[in-house]
């Protein structure tokens, strides 16, 4: 039987207590007309809870409540359980004010923690929101009855450090409500080192889309459009792009090919909002069906000088790279200089000046900006390429490396990485961490079986691919020793969500051939301490045994304080390690990449392809959840990094 949809739509413009907003219903309005008139969602399979001003005409057909915490809390509870089953969709768009505020639990701890404002956010001196930590559960529940959630948050994330807003300045009213009562909570997780926000504490990647206005420490605003209606400036975005996709390609449609255009147009409408997707571009908007394993890309956006792209020189985008210009089909970027490469590709670009984290670039020929466009590094730039040895040299894996425009040959002592012929003819790829498997506790990333030299090239350019966050994190030295990553290990434990960020748990042990050593079935969770004078912005990977590059998690963490990465940002889920083909041992390489700068993504670091399927294509394996295997001030930009390493052994 075919999945049904489950839609939860929330605007509240008129709040008890004061705060008036004027944008947030007309917001779900949009959405509505965009589901019904377009997706072809029954009205049926509508809930609708809303909140207008006082003589504000709202038409529509659909029955509303009003939006109160008790029936905001009831209906999410509803969607966690049978009532949703395992082929539906459930979609929830919520449009208001976020709020910061100080949660006591009557124990003498105090910490600010994130939340939604409800109609009725204020009953007599009571404080009546839905916390960050309640909102998460509440969403893991529904997550257990369906992968295909997608939250919408048009609201802010938190109070953060940003200023508020001039409305004369911005022509606008930003979405933050200010609670600065102490507000009563038995349960909430009140550790210093905690990283709120209510799109923080939702799960994602396979199990949960989140789509968020703005970051942890920013301001979600709302405007009047060209016709004087008001909008958040994150649904106005998200309803223009969904609207210039035929009707035919609706139910097809993945996130990779609009979110681009939606980051662009809130940014360029409010630069001080950065609208941010939690989640794979592949996953489907609103259709059924599997969801593919896109490859993100760079962002390639055309400016009067030609374009600007979002990698620079510590991604190893360097002057005179060429990046290749794609679409958004394939969804996976196809054997470098390969006919389907080359037929897909639409166009190509140059770097001319190349900053740290951006770049900009001249085309190499006149072409046309496809919809939704991602590029990838198709030339290496000055002193960027991949430098790579043959031990022993062998002329014809020589000549077929000397086509790659994205290595070096070099020396075996100069090498990044080693093609070492084995006994058995096949070729293994031997870096600092990976041998050729010659002894049996000797962990082997890949070997270029001797009847498939031919894709010596291929494999070589996926470990450019597995290896760039690693080439990126010893490139961030801004803030030498001030993050720090390290795991712990779970055991058996229920780590409950209102303590995962300050969980009672030892750490891993070390390794004697690793920073941490574990076996298959362990569960462990990461934890990342900042400590800078200043928040940085976070990224997780996991450089896997199999050749993945998975994204494990992206925060704001603030000065001074941790925070503790959990499966699929679930609070208190963890990491179950794993190894891939039975090998008997394997290691897991871990980067933290942090920066200074919130608005920065580094989400085209991911890559979903395995080396086995590299090596025999062209059958291409579905994502699996997990391979786990006092400062002077800085600069205005600062990157910084922490990398580990975890050995994962099968024990008989």
């Given at each position: 039987?075919?999945g049904?949809?489950?839609?939860?739509?929330?605007?509240?413009?008129?709040?008890?207590?004061?705060?008036?907003?004027?944008?947030?219903?007309?917001?779900?309005?949009?959405?509505?007309?965009?589901?019904?008139?377009?997706?072809?969602?029954?009205?049926a399979?509508?809930?609708?809870?809303?909140?207008?001003?006082t003589?504000?005409?709202?038409?529509t057909?659909?029955?509303?409540?009003?939006?109160?915490?008790?029936?905001?809390?009831?209906?999410?509870?509803?969607?966690?359980?049978?009532?949703?089953?395992?082929?539906?969709?459930?979609?929830?768009?919520?449009s208001?004010?976020?709020?910061?505020?100080?949660?006591s639990?009557?124990?003498?701890?105090?910490?600010?923690?994130?939340?939604?404002?409800?109609?009725?956010?204020?009953?007599?001196?009571?404080?009546?929101?839905?916390?960050d930590?309640?909102?998460?559960?509440?969403?893991a529940?529904?997550?257990?009855?369906?992968?295909?959630?997608?939250?919408?948050?048009?609201?802010?994330?938190?109070?953060?450090?940003?200023?508020?807003?001039?409305?004369?300045?911005?022509?606008?009213?930003?979405?933050?409500?200010?609670?600065?009562?102490?507000?009563?909570?038995?349960?909430?997780?009140l550790?210093?080192?905690?990283?709120?926000?209510?799109?923080s504490?939702?799960?994602?990647?396979?199990?949960?889309?989140?789509?968020?206005?703005?970051?942890?420490?920013e301001?979600?605003?709302e405007?009047?459009?060209?016709?004087?209606?008001?909008?958040?400036?994150?649904?106005?975005?998200?309803?223009?792009?969904?609207?210039?996709?035929?009707?035919?390609?609706?139910?097809?449609?993945?996130?990779?090919?609009?979110?681009?255009?939606?980051?662009?147009?809130?940014?360029?409408?409010?630069p001080?909002q950065?609208?941010?997707?939690?989640?794979?571009?592949?996953?489907?908007?609103?259709?059924f069906?599997?969801?593919?394993?896109?490859?993100?890309?760079?962002?390639?956006?055309?400016?009067?000088?030609?374009?600007?792209?979002?990698?620079?020189?510590?991604?190893?985008?360097?002057?005179?790279?060429?990046?290749?210009?794609?679409?958004?089909?394939?969804?996976?970027?196809?054997?470098?200089d390969?006919?389907?490469?080359?037929?897909?590709?639409?166009?190509?670009?140059?770097?001319?000046?190349?900053?740290?984290?951006?770049s900009?670039?001249?085309?190499?020929?006149?072409?046309?900006?496809?919809?939704?466009?991602?590029?990838?590094?198709?030339?290496?730039?000055?002193?960027?390429?991949?430098?790579?040895?043959?031990?022993?040299?062998?002329?014809?894996?020589?000549?077929?490396?000397?086509?790659?425009?994205?290595?070096?040959?070099v020396?075996?002592?100069l090498?990044?990485?080693?093609?070492?012929?084995?006994?058995?003819?096949?070729?293994?790829?031997?870096?600092?961490?990976?041998?050729?498997?010659?002894?049996?506790?000797?962990?082997?990333?890949?070997?270029?079986?001797?009847?498939?030299?031919?894709?010596?090239?291929?494999?070589?350019?996926?470990?450019?691919?597995?290896?760039?966050?690693l080439?990126?994190a010893?490139?961030?030295?801004?803030?030498?020793?001030?993050?720090?990553?390290?795991?712990?290990?779970?055991?058996?434990?229920?780590?409950?969500?209102?303590?995962?960020?300050?969980?009672?748990?030892?750490?891993?042990?070390?390794?004697?051939?690793?920073?941490?050593?574990?076996?298959?079935?362990?569960?462990?969770?990461?934890?990342?301490?900042?400590?800078?004078?200043?928040?940085?912005?976070?990224?997780?990977?996991?450089?896997?045994?199999?050749?993945?590059?998975?994204?494990?998690?992206?925060?704001?963490?603030?000065?001074?304080?941790?925070?503790?990465?959990?499966?699929?940002?679930?609070?208190?889920?963890?990491?179950?390690?794993?190894?891939?083909?039975e090998?008997?041992?394997g290691?897991d390489?871990?980067?933290?990449?942090?920066?200074?700068?919130?608005?920065?993504?580094?989400?085209?670091?991911?890559?979903?392809?395995?080396?086995?399927?590299v090596?025999?294509?062209?059958?291409?394996?579905?994502?699996?959840?997990?391979?786990?295997?006092?400062?002077?001030?800085?600069?205005?930009?600062?990157?910084?990094?922490?990398?580990?390493?975890?050995?994962?052994?099968?024990?008989?």
């Open positions: 039987m075919a049904r949809y489950h839609v939860l739509l929330i605007g509240i413009d008129a709040y008890d207590g004061g705060g008036m907003l004027t944008g947030c219903v007309n917001d779900i309005d949009a959405v509505q007309r965009l589901l019904v008139d377009r997706v072809g969602v029954p009205r399979q509508i809930r609708r809870l809303a909140a207008p001003r003589g504000a005409a709202h038409e057909d659909v029955a509303e409540e009003l939006p109160l915490l008790d029936t905001m809390r009831a209906a999410l509870e509803r969607l966690g359980t049978n009532e949703v089953g395992r082929e539906d969709r459930v979609f929830i768009y919520y208001g004010h976020g709020t910061q505020c100080i949660v639990d009557g124990g003498g701890r105090r910490f600010a923690r994130e939340a939604l404002l409800p109609k009725d956010k204020k009953r007599g001196l009571e404080n009546r929101l839905l916390f930590w309640d909102l998460n559960t509440l969403i529940r529904i997550a257990t009855r369906t992968s295909a959630v997608t939250v919408v948050l048009d609201c802010c994330n938190s109070g953060g450090a940003t200023r508020d807003f001039d409305v004369t300045e911005t022509k606008g009213l930003d979405r933050f409500w200010p609670t600065p009562e102490i507000t009563l909570a038995a349960g909430a997780d550790s210093a080192g905690s990283v709120r926000g209510v799109a504490a939702l799960g994602s990647l396979q199990r949960c889309q989140v789509i968020a206005a703005c970051r942890d420490d301001r979600a605003r405007s009047a459009g060209e016709e004087g209606l008001s909008n958040g400036e994150l649904t106005r975005a998200l309803v223009t792009q969904l609207s210039a996709v035929p009707a035919t390609e609706v139910q097809d449609l993945r996130w990779g090919r609009i979110w681009r255009g939606v980051e662009a147009a809130v940014r360029d409408a409010n001080r950065s609208p941010w997707l939690s989640g794979r571009f592949g996953r489907r908007v609103f259709g069906g599997p969801d593919d394993d896109t490859d993100p890309g760079y962002a390639v956006v055309q400016v009067p000088a030609g374009y600007r792209v979002d990698a620079g020189s510590l991604a190893g985008v360097t002057v005179d790279a060429e990046i290749g210009v794609y679409g958004a089909d394939p969804p996976a970027f196809p054997p470098l390969s006919a389907l490469d080359l037929a897909a590709r639409k166009g190509t670009i140059r770097v001319v000046r190349a900053e740290r984290a951006s900009e670039a001249v085309a190499t020929a006149r072409f046309v900006l496809p919809e939704a466009p991602r590029g990838r590094l198709v030339r290496s730039g000055r002193d960027a390429s991949l430098r790579v040895a043959l031990a022993p040299n062998d002329a014809d894996l020589a000549a077929q490396l000397a086509t790659s425009p994205l290595v070096e040959q020396a075996p002592g090498a990044e990485l080693t093609l070492t012929r084995r006994a058995d003819g096949g070729w293994a790829l031997v870096d600092d961490v990976h041998g050729t498997g010659k002894n049996a506790d000797e962990p082997v990333l890949a070997v270029i079986p001797a009847d498939r030299l031919n894709m010596a090239r291929a494999a070589v350019e996926h470990y450019h691919a597995y290896s760039a966050p080439r990126m010893r490139a961030c030295r801004d803030l030498p020793s001030l993050l720090r990553l390290w795991l712990l290990d779970c055991g058996d434990a229920a780590v409950a969500a209102d303590v995962a960020q300050d969980p009672d748990l030892p750490q891993v042990q070390p390794g004697a051939h690793a920073p941490y050593e574990i076996s298959v079935g362990d569960r462990v969770c990461f934890v990342v301490d900042n400590a800078a004078e200043v928040a940085l912005s976070v990224a997780l990977f996991d450089c896997a045994p199999s050749g993945r590059v998975l994204l494990l998690g992206e925060k704001r963490v603030p000065r001074l304080a941790k925070h503790a990465f959990w499966f699929e940002d679930t609070l208190g889920a963890p990491f179950t390690a794993g190894l891939p083909d090998r008997r041992v290691v390489r871990v980067a933290a990449i942090a920066t200074t700068r919130p608005e920065v993504s580094l989400r085209y670091l991911e890559s979903h392809q395995t080396f086995a399927e090596l025999a294509p062209p059958v291409r394996a579905g994502l699996r959840l997990r391979d786990l295997g006092g400062a002077e001030e800085p600069p205005a930009e600062s990157w910084t990094s922490a990398l580990t390493a975890v050995r994962i052994v099968r024990r008989d």
